[in-house]
C-alpha cells in the first residue's frame, strides 16, 4: 500500500510540474532592467576635513542594479573652494551618474557658471569626473567669459571652470561698447 501511495504522490507532483512549464509566458521570465530604488529631493554635500567641497541636488533620483543613477528631473552640482567659498555650479536638464567610472553626465540645457571669474558655458552634454576634478565634454560649446563669446565643439576644464580649453573654435564675438574698444 504504502508503494501506491507513494507512486500517486510522485505521479501527481510529475504532472503538477509538467502542466506549470506549459502555462509559464516566457516574457515574464526577462530580467528587470529598471529602477531598483527610487528618491525625491536628493541633496548629498561631500566634505573634506569639515570643509564643503561640493553639492548635489536633484528632484529625482533613480538607482539600478548596476549602480548607475538617474536624475531624470534635473540635476544641480555646486563646487565649493577650500575656503568653502561657492566658486562654480553645473546645472542640467537631466543627468546620470556612471558608477563605474565615477562620472556624472549633465544632458539637455547645460550650464555652467564660474561665480569668482564670472565666466559661463552652454552646452547639451557635459562630464564632470570628481576624482580627477574636470569637466568636458566633445558636443558643440558656447563660452561666455565677460563680454566676450567663444564657440566650438569641445571642451575641457578643471572642476570649478577657472581654467579651460576650448576645442575645435568656431566662431567668436567681442562685446563694443558704445564708446568704443
Not at 575656503?83 to 555652467?112: C, F, P, W
Request: with cysteine.
Amino acid at each position: 500500500m504504502k508503494t501506491s501511495i507513494i507512486s500517486f504522490l510522485f505521479l501527481g507532483i510529475l504532472s503538477f510540474n509538467s502542466s506549470c512549464r506549459e502555462d509559464v509566458d516566457t516574457s515574464l521570465l526577462e530580467m528587470y532592467e529598471g529602477p531598483t530604488n527610487m528618491s525625491t529631493n536628493f541633496h548629498l554635500i561631500q566634505s573634506d576635513s569639515a570643509i564643503v567641497r561640493s553639492e548635489i541636488k536633484a528632484p529625482k533620483q533613480l538607482e539600478f542594479a548596476n549602480g548607475n543613477i538617474e536624475f531624470p528631473e534635473g540635476i544641480e552640482i555646486q563646487i565649493f573652494e577650500k575656503d568653502g567659498k561657492l566658486s562654480t555650479t553645473l546645472k542640467a536638464d537631466k543627468g546620470y551618474l556612471l558608477k563605474q567610472e565615477n562620472t556624472y553626465k549633465g544632458i539637455g540645457n547645460v550650464q555652467v557658471h564660474n561665480l569668482i571669474k564670472d565666466q559661463k558655458l552652454q552646452s547639451e552634454e557635459l562630464f564632470w569626473e570628481p576624482n580627477k576634478k574636470k569637466i568636458y565634454t566633445e558636443k558643440f560649446v558656447r563660452v561666455q567669459n565677460g563680454g566676450t563669446f567663444s564657440y566650438g565643439s569641445g571642451f575641457e576644464a578643471d572642476e570649478t571652470f577657472t581654467n579651460y580649453t576650448l576645442k575645435n573654435p568656431r566662431d567668436g564675438q567681442i562685446e563694443i561698447k558704445d564708446n568704443g574698444i
